[in-house]
C-alpha cells in the first residue's frame, strides 16, 4: 500500500505559554512506495513520533491529508485504517499468554470482518511463525526476554494482515545484542510479508541498516529523503552531514579565498568560480588518507587500533572539535609519538562544503 503525505502539520498548544503553539511537525510532503521499509529518523522531539500518529489516525493532522493508496483516509478512524502499530515499550497484556495476546486483536474484529475459532487460531500460528516464537505461545509476557516480547507485539501487529505496519523506535529498550538480532528480524519479516512499513528511530545506524529509503526530520520538517547511501554519500545540508554516519563527520571552519578552499593555512581544493566567504567544511573520517606533504595535517593525539582500520586522532584548531578522526587502513604505519605533526590528502567525494549562515551544501 503506497502511502501519501500531503502537506502534513501538526501544532500542539504550548504546555508553557498559553495560546502559543508548538509544531511538532510541519508541511511534511512526501510518498512512502509500496511494499517498502521506510526509516523515518532525526533527534528526540523532532516530530517522528507524531508523524507515524498521524499515519494510523491517533492524532489528526491540524493539516493536510494523508492517502493509502488512491484513498483518502485522513478523517479515517485507527481501527478502519488497517494498520498495525509497534510501540518501544512492548505493550503486551501481562496476565494474557502469547496466545492470547496475538490473537487479542482478532477476537474484536466484528460484522463481515469476524474469524471463525479455527481460523483466529490458524492466523496466530502462522505470525508466530512469522517471527520465531511458535514455541513460546503458552508463555506469559513475565517469562519472556524483551526481543521476545517485542516479536510478539510484532507478532500481534502483523495478525490482522495490516496494510501498514508502523514501528515506534521498536528496539529501543533491548539491549545492543538483542537490537542488532531484532533488526534484522524486522527486515526479514518485512521482507517476507511484503508490508509497507515506517520505522520510526532516532539511531542514524539502526535506520541506515534496514531501510530502503530514510527520511531524516529536524524540528519538524524533512531535511532530506533517499536511499540511506545516497543521503550519507549526498547530504544536502550541515543536519543532515553531521547526522549520519559513526564515528560522524570532522566539522572544520574554513574559507573560499582567492579560488582555493582554505582551512587555516592549509589549501585543500581549487573552487574556482567560487566567490571568497566563509564556509563550513566537513570531512568523513574515510576520507583521510596518510602522506607526509597531504593538504591538511595536524597534531596527533593518539592512535586507536581496531583491527581492520585504526583511528588516527589528532588536533587541528579549525575542527570544531577538539580532536579530528581518521580512519585509515591499519597495515598504514604511522610511527609518531603524541604531539607530532601528522598530514593528510583527502578523498574528494568524503569532503563537503556548506555555506557558513544557511548550512546548505555548495558543490564544487
Ligand atoms: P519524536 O517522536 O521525534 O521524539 P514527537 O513527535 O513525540 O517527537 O514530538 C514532536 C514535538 O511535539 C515535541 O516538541 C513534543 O514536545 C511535541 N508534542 C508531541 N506530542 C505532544 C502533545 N500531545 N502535546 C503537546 N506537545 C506535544
Ligand atoms: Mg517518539
Redesign the pocket.
Known sequence: MKIVLQNLTKT?PS?NKKGET?V?VSDLDFEIPDGKLIGLL?P???????TLYMICGLQKPTSGKIFFGDSDVTGLEPEHRGVGLVFQNYALYPHLTVRQNILFPLQNLKGPDKLSKEEMLSRATEAARLVQIDELMERKPSELSGGQQQRVAIARALVKAPRVLLLDEPLSNLDARLRLQTREEIKRIQRETGVTTVF?THDQEEAMSISDMIVVMKE?VVQQIGEPQRVYDDPENLFVAKFLGTPPINVFDASVTGGFLCVGGDRLFEMPGEADREVVVGIRPEGFVPAGDGVIGGKLVNIEVMGRDCSVVFSNPACQKPTVRAIVDSDVRIAAGADAPVRFNLKKNKVFVFDRTTERRIMF
Not at 44 to 50: D, E, L, N, V, Y
Open positions: 500542539f504546555r508548538v511538532a532525526g528526540s522531539g523532532c516530530g517522528k513520533s507524531t520510526v519538524g
